[in-house]
């Protein structure tokens, strides 16, 4: 999955062979959500198997406003709308899901729940909490991302043991799994080990690694979709950093 | 016992993973039913057999057709 902040990028990112395209803004926060020309731009380019989904970003306490969002998300045949919360309760989070589930109804839009490793820098809510509340909203999926752009990504904040058990437990309620928050290419063997159904990126696969000056580059993508592919298919050993000399 | 399998192609593109495609399709089959999942890679085919294992479900066949795992999964609860 890569994060696109408009056609281009997004025709950038297909061509390198992206599986999703993550549609965002980042001139809104970090993970802020775009406009509907865009999504629509986006989603009308390409045939449905390339899934679009959209990025509500850190969503307000206001479960009538984000579910209206939800629904213009489904309105314009996105095949995802991911919820985001940092300043929410648990309470609060889960009666946001619960609406935009309802706002759903009918469409094949799917809901991701989505919260952020780094929360505790923010006084947020617990992103262990995640596959939990996607289980009692009724959610298609999780996704664990990052707020924080400094440097520092998804592993500074969470670790492996940590990430693969939220992954499995996901999994085993049928829902999808995703992973993001400045991935790169030195994290692919623990990503492949935790296997998520899904890995976002968007610095790794712009020009100068830069996610805010730079842009999506096919032939980053490419390069990034093929080193995943060495580790799946067993040639290049992602288990080789785990390996000790014997004494 | 069925004599009909159900297919699961991990090798289309699809959000959800194929242990979550499993998941559902476990919970739609009866026992006795027998589930075909065709698995694209190593780390997946090791995961899906993992994940049978941890539901006490039995693999009958596990097999290699060029550059695919196919796995056949019987419900057994």
């Not at chain 1, 300043?87 to 839009?109: H, P």
């Not at chain 2, 694209?40 to 693999?59: C, F, H, L, Q, S």
């Amino acid at each position: 999955m890569v994060s696109v902040q408009d056609l281009d990028e997004a025709t950038e990112a297909v061509k390198g062979g992206a599986d999703i395209v993550d549609v965002k803004n980042l001139k809104e926060m970090t993970v802020g959500s775009n406009f509907p020309p865009v999504i629509r731009r986006v989603r009308e380019a390409f045939p449905k198997e390339i899934h679009v989904s959209v990025t509500l970003g850190v969503v307000p306490n206001q479960p009538g406003t984000v579910a209206l969002a939800v629904y213009g998300a489904a309105a314009l045949n996105a095949t995802s709308v991911k919820v985001g919360f940092v300043n929410s309760d648990y309470e609060m989070a889960l009666r946001i899901l619960r609406e935009s589930k309802r706002a759903l109804e009918g469409s094949e839009t799917k809901l991701v729940a989505a919260t952020f490793a780094d929360s505790h820098l923010y006084g947020g809510i617990d992103p262990t909490l995640v596959v939990k509340l996607a289980r009692e909203s009724g959610s298609d999926g999780i996704l664990i991302d990052t707020l924080t752009k400094d440097g520092r990504n998804l592993f500074d904040f969470m670790d492996e043991e940590t990430l693969r058990g939220l992954v499995v437990e996901a999994k085993d309620l049928g829902m999808s799994t995703a992973l993001s928050g400045s991935l790169r290419i030195e994290n692919l063997d623990t990503l492949v080990r935790i296997n998520p159904d899904i890995v976002g990126v968007r610095g790794a696969v712009c020009t100068n690694g830069d996610r805010e000056g730079g842009k999506v580059a096919a032939s980053a993508v490419a390069k990034l979709r093929e080193e995943i592919r060495l580790r799946m298919e067993g040639k290049i050993n992602v288990y080789a950093s785990w390996l000790k000399p014997k004494a | 016992m069925s004599a009909h399998s159900t297919l699961v192609d991990g090798t289309k593109k699809n959000c959800r993973g194929i242990v979550a495609q499993l998941v559902d399709i476990m919970g739609q089959v009866g026992v006795g039913a027998v589930v075909d999942a065709v698995v694209p890679d190593p780390v997946n085919r090791d995961e899906v057999v993992n994940w049978a294992k941890r539901k006490g479900y039995t693999i009958v066949a596990d097999s290699k057709r060029g550059n695919v795992f196919v796995l056949s999964i019987m419900k057994t609860h």
